[in-house]
RNA sequence: GAGGGUAUAGCUCAGUUGGUUUAGAGCGCUUGCUUGACAGGCAAGAGGUCUUCAGUUCAAAUCUGAAUAUCCUCACCA
């Protein structure tokens, strides 16, 4: 087969994917091999590839695809997640767009356009990962919204439900009034917003309902709410207040009387030191107004608009009854100034809408017991944080977890499993049937109509935080006695997980927690958090800034392999990553690198009769023991998941001592074939080398495998057997290392003097130097040294830096010796510093054995080098 | 406001329980190369008082404290 001049990625990408997902080679079944399992951390069905997937994803699979060609039985799950939010705002949109609001629909109605829009345009993930290459079993797709996996969900409520851990609440919840539901803490993104502070005057009453002319003022930013007001507040401690005891003040326009009440809650010194107390719109007034027994005014509808309780401005918007409040505020003359202000104002994550603190009746689930065991389970290491400093993180979360809101306002989800009887109270069970047969147990009367149920859905954390159990086997959770399937059994619990630490919190300790009580195991034995990435200037990807390139594109462009490895490039565990397209680009140029070097060695004339020459025989001794040095740097490197190390070990093994001194030194000369016995020991390298980098780089290492030798149909790279580190030379690498510093020296002197001589190259040994390394230096240095010549230099000898190899060159013997003079300075002064360290007695008598050796041996070549010099001066001098 | 992370070359990062480094790598930069695989390349080179100050130690990029900068998480003030 011949090999095209340059790589092209597209022709076989597509190629390796479709040979490996034909025969299966993804799929895994529990057998009696070690399991190696990664569940996919499930991107939003509806969301596309972006950069962040891209790195999470290619970590995972170097990780499965490193596990496989150990001989494990490697198993990665992938999934989408039902991402209720997110899914449902876009199929609102959608249904906005074809002229229907979701208000006019059913329930049923709505979520049958919505599992239309899901089959439409959900998974196109799934199939964009294809593109990069992950290795996902596909056969074990799993969805969170799947019949097997809702049950799951179901189950698990009920269970805690009936353990007493689950229960209703009325709390203050974050409104979003556009998306109509109440949104997480997390999910809102506190902006420092200007505004104003609107100074009103509350005038005393006289106690028939009438002002009187005393008053007070309080500054508020939010004069629409007065109607809702329930009292004043005042600091106790506040003596320009104190006259204000026991007297009641009119609300301004609806002349509705309130109370002055005293709470600590109250600064003195911010605003006017008093407070209007809110209850129904503000989470501090609220939990003021419970200290209180304040009544609760609600006056703001589910669309932020002002509704009947209000009195005035009833079904104004919130904004709009600001400004028309302030108004009329003024005109009747209790608007006593306005300053602008800055202050922090929350919006949703999702609409961008201004939050509307509400007060709501939701399901929460108690995290005392749940925090404690997560906790455990990192703090005895069972689960490993890597890197660790997210411990400290982990830990300050898990004792201070507030209990977890589960319901939301949606219907894309899974519908809590609360009936409610006639008379208010409440059945959880698992199915309406069910739930009838409870209900009837509390009031045979009871009829299926008669029952109502919950109208919410469940958070979508709340299905995912069971994920590594219910793919494997959904009738596990809420049933911590069933007896685990066989998938289960195998592969629970996983080995490793990568994901953001953005979701630390939401994701990871959730999944602890369920494991703990479901499995009491972790599900997990490290987790490996990436970085966030960033573009160039670091800011975060994100659409709205347009900074995020499409993979698919960049993967049209440079190949998978190229962007897998510009990922990784910049990836160390933990830190954000900054995104540039030129660490793309370097990984392009890698795979040229490899494509080309097979392109040389392929094209060599193999001679069966020749003899290895003296200098291939050094170099394939050499690189068998550099490459097992190396395999075993790269072991280290992936058992402390130091992935991006691993990469650029491999990357200087494979272009500085394989491309760049390995097969300088073993190509034969042009016209001329080579030996037998070395270029298998080529091909053998090659082979191992992109066995070695095949976890990063699938599909050039794929195509080079299967061109190497013959293969069989069925035969593939993802189950050849990862290199295994052998004992190495490590005396031949250090020799070796000399003999590289020889010739580099030699360049080095051409470069610089711009001289290239056309005579012979003379290579002059003393006794330090190892002898079996001149063909190796003869070999290269020529190379090096045959080309050109420089005009007018005057010639001499000189000594090459470290070693003491002399080579005859032509120079310009006052530069060299202005050089070799500078140089002996240096060393003089470095010699001077060791040894006084060396003349140090609590050096001597604290340093290990170790570290004096070093010393010594600094002194003794800083000693010989003057030597070198001093003889070369000479000779130059004279 | 509370807690935590980070600070090493122009950029992105290593530096593995203080001595194995005269502080390394990749990219970028400069210079020279139409060198029979590769200009997506080859070769050479420049570039860092390890943020600052103080402390512990025979010894500090490494440990401690403080300052400064920056990022993250949580809470957010009428």
Known sequence: MELSTKYNPAEVEDKWYAYWTDHKFFHSEPNEKEPYTIVIPPPNVTGILHMGHVLNNTLNDVLIRKARMDGKNACWVPGTDHASIATESKVVAKLKDMGISKDSLTREEFLKYAWEWKEEHGGIILKQLRKLGASCDWDRTRFTMEPELSEAVINTFVYFYKKGWIYKGVRMVNWDPEALTAVSDDEVIHKDTKSHFYHLRYYISDGQGNPTDKYLVIATTRPETIMADAAICVNPADERHHWLRGKKVLIPLINREIPVIEDDYVEMDFGTGCLKVTPAHDVHDYEIGLRHNLEVIDIIDDHGRLNEKARILVGEDRFVARKKIVKMLEEAGNLEKVEEYTSPVGYSERTNAVIEPKLSAQWFLKMEELAKMALDTVESGRTRLIPDKYMNTYRHWMENARDWCISRQLWWGQRIPAWYLPDGRI????????????????????????????????????????????????????????????????????????????????????????????????????????????????????????????????????????????????????????????????????????????????????????????????????????????????????????????LMTIYRLFWDDYCSWYLELVKPAFGEAIDAQTYDATLSFFEALIKLIHPVMPFITE????????????????????????????????????????????????????????????????????????????????????????????????????????????????????????????????????????????????????????????????????????????ALEG
């Open 427 to 646: 059945v959880v069970e698992p199915s309406a049937e069910a739930a009838l047969k409870a209900a009837q147990a509390i009031d045979p009367n009871i009829k299926m109509e008669d029952l109502k149920q919950d109208e919410d859905v469940l958070d979508t954390w709340f299905s995912s935080w069971l994920w590594p159990i219910s793919v494997f086997d959904p009738q596990k959770p809420g049933h911590p006695e069933h007896e685990p399937n066989a998938d289960l059994a195998y592969y629970y619990p996983t080995n490793d997980l990568v994901t953001g630490p953005d979701i630390i919190f939401f994701w990871v300790a959730r999944m602890i927690m369920a494991g703990e009580e479901f499995m009491g195991k972790e599900p997990f034995s490290n987790v490996y958090f990436t970085g966030i990435v960033r573009d160039k200037i670091g800011r975060k990807m994100s659409k709205t800034l347009g900074n995020s390139p499409d993979p698919l594109d960049l993967i049209a462009k440079y190949g998978a392999d190229a962007v897998r490895i510009g990922m990784l490039l910049c990836s160390s565990a933990g830190n954000d990553i900054f995104y540039d397209e030129s660490q793309v680009e370097q990984g392009r140029n890698f795979c040229a690198k490899i494509w080309n070097s097979f392109r040389l060695v392929k094209g060599w004339t193999v001679d069966p009769a020749a003899q290895p020459s003296e200098a291939a025989a050094a170099a394939v001794k050499w690189f068998g023991s550099k490459l097992n040095q190396a395999v075993e740097t790269v072991e280290d490197h992936y058992s402390k998941f130091r992935i991006s190390d691993a």
């Open 703 to 874: 195509e080079l495998w299967q061109q190497i030798r013959e293969r069989k149909e069925g035969e593939t790279i993802m189950y050849a057997p990862s290199p295994k580190a052998e004992a190495y030379d490590a005396a031949l690498l250090a020799d070796f290392d000399i003999a590289m510093e020889t010739v580099v020296g030699i360049r080095g002197i051409r470069n610089q003097k711009g001289i290239a001589p056309k005579e012979a190259l003379d290579v002059l040994v003393d006794g330090s130097f190892p002898m079996a390394m001149a063909p190796v230096v003869e070999k290269l240095a020529i190379v090096s040294l045959s080309e050109g010549d420089a005009e007018g230099k005057t010639g001499a000898s000189l000594v090459v830096k470290t070693c003491k190899v002399f080579v005859c060159l032509k120079v310009n013997v006052e530069e060299e010796i202005a050089r070799l003079k500078k140089d002996l300075a240096y060393q003089q002064q470095f010699l001077a510093g060791v040894r006084k360290k060396l003349s140090n007695e609590n050096f001597v008598a604290h340093a290990p054995e170790k570290v004096i050796e070093m010393e010594r041996k600094k002194e003794s070549d800083a000693l010989s080098r003057i030597e070198s010099y001093e003889a070369a001066l000479k």
